[in-house]
């Protein structure tokens, strides 16, 4: 379960580049819209899931500022991520 959490967060920060870059150097045609769309949708997403992170490890898990930046950048693979570490507790 590790090598996958590391992997996907790998894929994650790869998409963020690129979708990143993409806002900075537009690429031409639809593809630079599909980005800047999915850029959009990728952002909400990620802010649900911080809210979900949320109410599920308030009680269980003393939370910091680093702690809901990983679950924004990473989104899945950050709740996975404590998900695994409250099951080891």
Not at 28 to 50: D, P, R
Request: charged share 10%.
């Amino acid at each position: 379960m590790a090598q996958l959490i590391k992997c996907g967060y790998a894929t994650t920060a790869i998409a963020w580049l690129v979708m990143v870059y993409n806002l900075v150097h537009p690429f031409e045609g639809s593809i630079g819209f599909a980005f800047t769309i999915l850029l959009l949708l990728t952002v909400i997403m990620h802010a649900l899931q911080i809210v979900i992170f949320h109410m599920m490890f308030k009680d269980t898990l003393t939370l910091k500022l680093k702690d809901y930046l990983v679950v924004c950048f990473f989104g899945l693979f950050g709740l996975l991520a404590y998900r695994q570490k409250v099951l080891q507790q």
